[in-house]
């Protein structure tokens, strides 16, 4: 079964949110309940899986060996679920796990927890990984791909469901896809796709090199030029992404709503020469979301590229949902996301 049917699966049945694709910790939520959803083969009763990918921060984790690391992986991996809890309104969490054995899913909940740095026991630390126990759990660190993984064991409490393995899957598929509603004699639409495009929460140098620009963005709050609140922000909309979408956003100084994921509705608009800032109104109220309740910045401490790499994201989908509010204004959703290496600053519909 691939994860993501498995994700889809669940969030269509249990009415949850789908997170999966905003880079967070969490699968899905199901009002302030955190879920990773995970599927794979069940082994002597349990498997090794990854719960956690620290790629961009492998430089510093490279420094550190033994009890050292494993400390620094239980930090990244704890600040990770604090920004997720934040973002999300999340204020408790499990793992639901679907175990393939032959014949029969296995299906259970696990925990969903931090890693007590203090609690951190039996480190074995080599070449190639790095491995240590933390109150009754069993972790592992691959150096090559800087992926935490966690040990998930057979519960006693299971629910097992007896499964026949279909013999010619693309068959069933092609019949799946062929399928036409005969009232409207055109194929099925399964799900409506919004328009949605990412932007950037970082710049970049003309060698590639990520960074935070320290007067403007995310620390337009540290610009000159007159007294600013300490949690102004804006998200920088780049002039690529106006010539290819003249039409995404209202025009400019036009207020929309945007909606956080946590539901808090926020009035917005691009703003400043080229229309080159989504903001809020009051400016400060998306700073006091990203800079505090996200990236848990202090007031007065600058944001780094080191920041979004903690926190595992690095720039945000917007989303056009075609709705608008009483007042006619239209209705847009953010949610985090981290780029996928290919260099495209605007994802598609």
Known sequence: MDYRLAENIFCRFFSSENKARDCSVYDAVKNELGIGIKTF?????S???????????????????????????ATFFNKRIDSANSIYGVTDSIYHIIGRKPGELSVFNDSFRKIDPNSIRNVHDDIKSLSFQESGFEYRFNKSKSVLMRRFELPKTVVNVPVELIEDPLDLLSNLLTHVDTRKKRPLEIEHKRKSIRLPLYSE???????????????QWHAGGRKRDENEVYIPVPAKFHREHPNFFPS???????????????????????????MSCPNSALGEWLLRKVLKKKPGELVTIQDLDV???????????????????????????????????????
Request: charged letters at 30%.
């Open 47 to 73: 498997s090794i899986e990854k719960i956690a990918e620290f790629n961009k921060l492998k430089p510093e984790l490279d420094l550190k060996s033994h009890e050292d690391l494993a400390i620094q992986l």
């Open 41 to 45: 083969l069940i082994n002597r009763g």
């Open 205 to 219: 140098h003309s060698n590639g090199v990520k960074y935070v620009p320290e007067k403007s963005g995310l620390n």
């Open 252 to 278: 400019r100084d036009t207020p929309f709503v945007l909606v956080l994921p946590d539901k808090t509705e926020l009035e917005a608009k691009i703003c400043q020469d080229n229309d080159k800032a989504l």
């Open 311 to 349: 926190a595992g994201i690095d720039s945000v989908i917007i989303d056009d949902t075609g709705w608008v509010d009483e007042t006619n204004t239209k209705i847009y959703g953010i949610s985090f996301t981290e780029n996928d290496g290919a260099g495209n600053l605007i994802s598609g519909v």
